[in-house]
């Protein structure tokens, strides 16, 4: 239960960040942050924006396949 509460304040501190324009600190959280444990899928495509947006393209495409993963529409994935 704990790990889970952790996971919840760091993706808010993430949040918080972008909200903040401080992308760079964001996206070395977003790297330290085990994705699997994400549990909402706005964050999710937050993060794959972010990482659009810092010409990543590899990892925005592996959060993109998580969440077709999670919610089985191929929407995500065109």
Known sequence: MAKRRERVRQ???I???VEDNKY???L?????????E???LDDLY????L???????????????????RTKSRYVLD
């Open 38 to 40: 994400v549990g909402s």
């Open 24 to 26: 760079k600190k964001a």
């Open 15 to 17: 949040r918080e960040m």
């Open 51 to 69: 990482y659009e947006k810092a010409e990543r393209m590899e990892k925005k495409k592996e959060i993109y396949y998580m969440i077709y993963d």
């Open 11 to 13: 993706c808010r501190q």
């Open 46 to 49: 937050l993060y794959a924006e």
């Open 28 to 36: 070395e959280l977003i790297d330290e942050l085990p994705l699997a």
